[in-house]
């Protein structure tokens, strides 16, 4: 009986064990400080200092197989003659979760699925708002109805035409609380969708809403058919108008899309995408680098910079931004000067080297390409300071230094190091961080809960200023308790940014915002980072600022 | 063996299993967290309250944990093992994937480790003192001390970047698709473990056959004029068995969940990633359902062992 008992206990303790280790080290990508997908992001400017691979190394290798040869397990694609055929093979380390459009924040998740779905409105490299499923639309001039002219003849994969029944269907379907869709505060302001024709939807405003133009041609707002979602299979048979149909997919291992031929941008220039997941950076790396992958997605900067050989590097700053936030409802943060302070104290440019091996480049809020902050604003110029920081202690009466609590999550490398470069900067004014390393979930928690003195933290970008920081900086923002900060000139600022169409006064207005935002500190911008592609054997694809895949739909295999 | 026994065994079986279920149960709704902030991160303080009321109740975790718990399983006993809502696909259908591989891995595994490990250890133990026997035993410590992790980065690395080889990098094939290219698959990651394992074999198989040989009837064998290399494999090994055989099927039910790293590194969908990825996610009836299938190999596994004990040393009878 011992024998046994002791038997038991070993069971036991391996599942305890096992499932500890895995909660511990579990971080599917799902719980990044903001599952948004407008965060994993490439500048389309940038493109050109994507550099080819290093070195040449001697290639020993025998048979070193080229990619996308498709290994006879070609999907059975369009028998016309013009069809597109091969297997284009994308390798990322997470698979997809949710195949509903609507509930999909997920970055894996997104990437995939707005192959298969279009929106009303589209996003052009620059993130510049274009047609989409919409070919026109136009605002009343009180900004209060905007009308929607929809394309004509465009299918779902499934058969059905898309008219503006399913328009309004799909954006009913966000807009129902009981869905559970995160984009739904981001269209909120329409407060009814009517449908004079099949051909045009005309969206009634509660209020003025110029960026509810970025929001209908983010991935989220997908234009799903009014049957689908009557016979609810939205969440289990994805059907969508866009260049790519849903395959097969072997989850957790790859996903299968075949070229819709007739989409209307356009045929795809491949026959099939495949989505292939190998969780390891590293191994992804080696499969890039061997042609079995031809665009392998990266995101730790430690693995990028081991890219090599064949492989060619496509680096584009991210929308996303690494910061360290602070509870300014809690002593001694409370103290704007106190805040100034410490945003005197610490060295950006050192944390992006120390800490992330120099893979990024200082930020303020805003990482929008169109609108991206300067350093107006930000105490001792952005610079490092020292005595400067000592003497604004000193005028808060905090001269000699307090202790700070400090949250730092583990979703990301560079976190705990990004941590301990700061807390050693602000050691040297006498201000003490007790650093508290948490497992995603439990991060999420303690975040949302605004349980922490100071967090560091990776937030994802959006692709609209006022999408951006609405739920923060303004007083009745959904996420105003954690950001802990509000003032009139912000609350004001983003009013008038939201109902401002031309751009280059909504530029300004963003500019001034950020400096205010960036004067009072309420959380320390330090900088973004890049996200990889790696290429090998891949042509013409552009990657997004917002880390979309869209392109595949023009990508072609080389040779 | 009787019958008695054989419903002994059986009925502890089942208790383990439920008590097993019970805490896994238990651990994973102490997690912090959800499957709705897994899905959502931050994002979730965007959501309404009846946003997440009604996500709770797509989610499935809106009913009392108690009910929660017995509809699980009683949907187990009728053979449903549960659904992953997110994706719609049913639990069972993952599980049917992912056990496949995993078995094929351990068993290689198992099997490179005894290879390597019996001989070493026979070979050490009989030189045991000698500068040959401390070769193995610093090789034994390496295969215990090298992290797998560590083995097979740099196996992926070096044969991918100087040879252009990685099999692994075209997709999982299952044995029946493709036979070559999932023994090429296989190879790696099976000598990765098989590796470490050795090193445990090796110093069982070492101390049980040191132990063995200090036995009166070694002396009487040798003494009749048998070979010293019979004796060895033959006599000593043979009786030294039980121990290993016991490591053996320990280490067979620790590999069944226990492959994840090497399952993250080689790409190799398997058990121990679907369980990784369900806690990540908090998909709680995947967890549930693979872990009690793993538990309830590990159980049969050990029930095998002792059958086996049985038939190697007829001295062993079960009442």
Sequence with gaps: MSEKARRLTRIVALIAALILLAAACGDDGGGETSGDPGAGTEQPGDLSDGETGGDGDGETGGDGETGGEGDGEDV?????????????????AADLDVLDPHLA????????????????LSLGPDL????????????????????????????FHGGDTFDSEDAAASLNRILDEETGAVTRANIASIASVDMPDASTVVLNLSQADAPILASLADPNAAMLSADAIAAGTVASEPDGTGPFVWGNWQQGESLTLT??????????????????????????????????????????????????GDIEVLRTPALAYHALMMN???????????????????????????????????????????????SDGLPCGGQQDAAEAQRLLDEAGQGDGFELNVIVPTFFASAVNEAQVIQAQLGEVGIMLD????????????????????????????????????????????????????????????????????????????????????????????????????????????????????????????? | MPWRYVLVRLITSVLTLLGVALMVFVVLRLLPGDEITSTFGTETGILTDKQIESLRSYYGVDQPAPQQFLSWLGNVVTGNLGL?????????????????????????????????????????????GTRGDATIQVFGLLGLGIPNFVIGTFAVTLFASWFHYFPNARGYAAPWEDPWLNVQQMMFPAITLGLALSGTIMRTTRSAFLETSSQPFVRTALGKG??????????????????????????????????????????????????????GKREYAVVQSSILVIAGLFVMVNMLVDVLYARLDPRIRYQ
């Design chain 1, 105 to 120: 924040t997920a970055f894996q998740s997104v990437q995939a699925l707005e192959l298969v779905y279009d929106t009303l």
């Design chain 1, 76 to 92: 059975a694609i369009d028998d016309r003659a013009d069809a597109p055929t091969g297997t284009l093979v994308v390798g990322r």
């Design chain 2, 226 to 279: 048998l070979s010293a290399r019979r004796v060895r494999y033959v006599h000593i090994l043979r009786n030294a068995f039980i121990p290993i055989l016991t490591i053996t099927g320990i280490q067979f039910g620790y590999l069944l969940g226990g492959t994840v790293i090497v399952e993250q590194i080689f790409a190799m969908p398997g058990l121990g990633r679907l369980v990784l990825d369900g806690i």
């Design chain 1, 328 to 374: 300014s409802n809690r002593e001694p943060l409370a103290d704007q000067s106190v805040r100034q302070a410490i945003s005197c104290a610490i060295d950006r440019q050192e944390i992006v080297d120390s800490g992330a091996l120099g893979e990024g480049s200082i930020t303020g809020p805003i990482t929008i390409p169109a609108y991206r902050s300067s």
């Design chain 2, 84 to 128: 992953s809502v997110r994706s719609g696909t049913s639990v069972g259908s993952l599980i049917r994937d992912a056990l496949p591989v995993t078995v094929e891995l351990a068993l290689l595994s198992i099997l490179i480790g005894l290879v390597i490990g019996v001989p070493l250890g026979v070979l050490s133990g009989a030189r045991a």
């Design chain 1, 435 to 559: 650093l508290e390393v948490l497992e995603t979930d439990v991060y999420v928690e303690r975040w949302l809960a605004a349980d922490f003195d100071a967090a560091v933290a990776l937030n994802s970008g959006k692709i609209d200023p006022h999408q951006m920081y609405v739920r923060y900086w303004t007083s009745d923002g959904n996420l105003n308790d954690v950001a802990a900060y509000s003032s009139d000139t912000l609350d004001e600022l983003m009013a008038a940014g939201r109902v401002e169409t031309d751009p280059a006064a909504r530029a300004r207005i963003y500019a001034d915002f950020s400096a205010a935002l960036q004067e009072a500190s309420p959380w320390i911008w330090i900088y973004n980072g890049y996200e990889y592609r790696m290429l090998n054997g891949i042509e013409n694809f552009t990657p997004m600022p917002t880390g979309s895949l869209q392109y595949l739909r023009e990508a072609a295999l080389v040779g």
């Design chain 1, 259 to 308: 070229a819709n031929v007739d989409h209307w941008r356009g045929s795809p220039q491949v026959g099939a995408v495949e989505i292939r997941v190998l969780p390891d950076e590293a191994s992804l790396l080696a499969a890039a680098d061997v042609g079995e992958i031809n665009l392998a997605i990266i995101t730790d900067p430690l693995v990028a910079v081991q890219a090599g």
């Design chain 1, 128 to 155: 510049a708002v274009g047609a989409g499923l919409a070919e026109s639309w136009e605002f009343s001039p009180d900004g209060l109805t905007l009308t929607m002219h929809l394309r004509e003849g465009v299918l």
